[in-house]
C-alpha cells in the first residue's frame, strides 16, 4: 500500500491540484516504488491523508485511468496497471500510413500544461460523481447483477432506458418509449452506429461547414461522399439542402440547437423549411442535441424530432455531458424498428455495454440528483459565461471577434486577420495553456482562424489565468 507521505501537494501552486496528485502518483510508478498490482488508496482515504476532497482525487485517479497507468479492479479499487504506458515493447511502427487523418491522430498529446481551453466540457469537480461511484461500488457486490449482465439487452439498461425515455419525453417533447432508445458509450458511438447501419460506400452525407470533424471522419471512414454545406449565423444553409436532394443524398448530420463549432441555432424558418424537405423527400438526418440541457436565454428550443418527421429524424444525445467528459454515455432515439438494427450493429463493437454504470446512474435520476445537479450547473455556468465573455472583452477585445452564446459551455472566438490561430497556440503552449489550434474544426486551420474556448470547466481564477497567457502571447506576436 502508498505511503502518502511520498506525495507533495502544493495549494498555492498555479497546478491544479489534481493534476500534481497524478503526477506525483505517476512518477512513484515511474521510478518503480509502485509496482505493477498494486493497489492504490481509496478515494475517502487518500483525500483524508492529503487533506484534499474527494473529487479531487477521482480526477486524478480519472486521469491516470485515462493514460492506462491504473485501471479499475472489482473489490480492490484502482490498482497500478501491468503494461505502464512508458515501458511497453515498442514493436509498431512510429509513423503514421498516410490516408491517417492527422489533425484527429494528434490530438492526444501527453505533454503537461497547467491551463486548458477545452472544447466546451463541464467542471467534473461539481458532479455528483462520488454518489455515482458509490452506487457502481454497491453493486459489484451484487451477484444478481453480474449474473443479470451476461444476458442483458443489446440496447442497455431497461432502468435506464425506461428513467431516460421519461426524461426526455418532458424535457424534449420527444413521444417515446424505452423501445425506442439505445444507449451507447458516448454520443460518437451513437453517431458510428447509425452510420453503419444506413451507409454504404459511395452513398452522399451532407454535414455542415464549419462542422463537428469527429462525425464527418466516421462518415468518411465508411466510405461515404462528403458534401459540405455552409454554415451561417442562422444555421445550416437549408436552400443548399434542397438542392441536394435532386441528387437522392442519403443523410444529413446537423447540431441545430448549438452548432458545432461555431454555437450557433438553427432558425425558426430555417427548422420549419427543413422539416418540409425531410418530409418530403424522406431522407435521413441525424440530429445532434448533445448539450440542449445548457441554454441561458430561454427554454431549450425543441428539436426536429420532436415534430412530425415520418421515422427519418435520428435523434442523438449525451447523458454525462452534464457531469464529465472522462465519462461516457450517450443514446439514440429512432423507431422501434430502426434501433432493433442499429442494436445488431452495437453489438458488433460492444456486446453488453456497462450495465453497472447504465444502473447506477439511472438510480441517481430516480433520486432527482442528476435533475438537481443539472438545475445548479445551468445557473453555474450561465455565471460563467458571462464572466469569460466580460474578460475576453476586456483582455482580448482589440484582437478577437465574438458573440455571447445563448447557451452551450463554450464561446466561438475568431482571432484578426493578423494572428494566425495555429501560431497563438503553439505559443501558448509554451506559456503552460493547451489551446485548439483549429484543426479539429477544419483541416486548413487558418481559413476559420477560430476555435471554441469552453467556459463551463474554468473558475475565476482560472479564467484570468488564461486571458493573461493569451494576451501576453498576442502583445507578443
Not at 435506464?160 to 421519461?166: D, F, G, I, N, S
Not at 464529465?324 to 454515455?329: I, K, P, T
Not at 503552449?429 to 486551420?445: I, N, R, W
Amino acid at each position: 500500500m502508498l505511503d502518502t507521505m511520498l506525495l507533495h501537494i502544493d495549494k498555492q501552486s498555479s497546478q491544479a491540484v489534481y493534476v500534481q496528485l497524478a503526477n506525483g502518483l505517476i512518477n512513484l510508478i515511474r521510478s518503480g516504488v509502485l509496482k505493477p498490482g498494486t493497489r492504490l488508496p481509496s478515494i475517502r482515504v487518500m483525500a483524508a491523508e492529503l487533506h484534499i476532497h474527494a473529487r479531487t482525487v477521482v480526477a486524478a485517479y480519472d486521469e491516470m485511468a485515462a493514460q492506462d497507468w491504473i485501471y479499475s479492479k472489482p473489490r480492490s479499487g484502482m490498482v497500478v496497471a501491468e503494461n505502464l504506458p512508458d515501458l511497453k515493447p515498442r514493436t509498431f511502427r512510429s509513423s503514421l500510413p498516410a490516408a491517417t487523418d492527422r489533425s484527429l491522430a494528434g490530438s492526444g498529446s501527453q505533454q503537461q500544461f497547467r491551463y486548458v481551453i477545452n472544447d466546451g466540457f463541464p467542471d467534473h469537480r461539481i458532479a455528483p460523481v462520488e454518489q455515482l461511484f458509490k452506487l457502481q461500488r454497491q453493486a459489484f457486490y451484487n451477484d444478481d447483477v453480474e449474473r443479470t449482465s451476461m444476458y442483458s439487452d443489446s440496447r442497455g439498461s431497461f432502468r435506464l432506458r425506461k428513467t431516460l425515455a421519461e426524461h426526455i419525453s418532458g424535457s424534449r417533447g420527444i413521444a417515446m418509449t424505452p423501445e425506442m432508445l439505445l444507449l451507447t458509450r458516448g454520443a460518437q458511438m451513437a453517431i458510428y452506429v447509425v452510420a453503419a447501419t444506413l451507409i454504404k460506400p459511395g452513398d452522399e452525407v451532407l454535414v455542415g461547414d464549419p462542422g463537428y470533424r469527429l462525425a464527418t471522419a466516421v462518415f468518411e471512414q465508411l466510405g461515404a461522399k462528403i458534401t459540405r454545406i455552409p454554415v451561417d449565423e442562422e444555421g445550416i444553409d437549408v436552400d443548399q439542402v434542397e438542392k441536394a436532394c435532386k441528387r437522392k443524398f442519403r443523410l444529413l448530420y446537423i447540431v441545430p440547437h448549438h452548432h458545432h463549432p461555431t454555437t450557433v441555432t438553427l432558425s425558426a424558418a430555417r427548422r420549419m423549411k427543413l422539416l418540409s424537405l425531410i418530409r418530403k423527400h424522406g431522407f435521413y438526418t441525424i440530429e445532434d442535441d448533445y448539450d440542449y440541457e445548457f441554454h441561458y436565454t430561454h427554454r431549450p428550443i425543441l428539436p426536429l424530432a420532436s415534430a412530425d418527421h415520418g421515422g427519418h429524424v435520428l435523434y442523438i444525445g449525451s447523458v454525462t455531458k452534464n457531469l464529465a467528459a472522462s465519462m461516457r454515455l450517450g443514446y439514440l432515439i429512432a423507431s422501434e424498428e430502426f434501433v432493433s438494427r442499429a442494436a445488431q450493429v452495437k453489438k458488433v463493437i460492444d456486446l453488453r455495454g456497462d450495465l453497472l454504470f447504465e444502473d447506477s446512474l439511472a438510480a441517481l435520476f430516480e433520486d432527482g440528483v442528476i435533475q438537481r445537479h443539472i438545475r445548479k450547473s445551468l445557473k453555474l455556468y450561465q455565471q460563467r459565461r458571462d464572466l469569460f465573455c466580460e474578460l475576453l472583452e476586456k483582455e482580448l477585445g482589440e484582437y478577437v471577434r465574438f458573440r455571447k452564446p445563448d447557451g452551450g459551455m463554450a464561446v466561438w472566438v475568431q482571432f484578426a486577420p493578423k494572428f494566425k490561430l495555429s501560431v497563438i497556440a503553439a505559443r501558448a503552449g509554451e506559456q503552460g495553456l493547451k489551446m485548439s489550434d483549429g484543426t479539429a474544426y477544419d483541416p486548413v486551420a487558418d481559413r476559420l482562424n477560430g476555435l471554441r474556448m469552453g467556459f463551463a470547466s474554468l473558475n475565476e481564477r482560472e479564467m484570468k489565468k488564461v486571458m493573461a497567457i493569451l494576451r501576453k502571447v498576442l502583445e507578443q506576436y
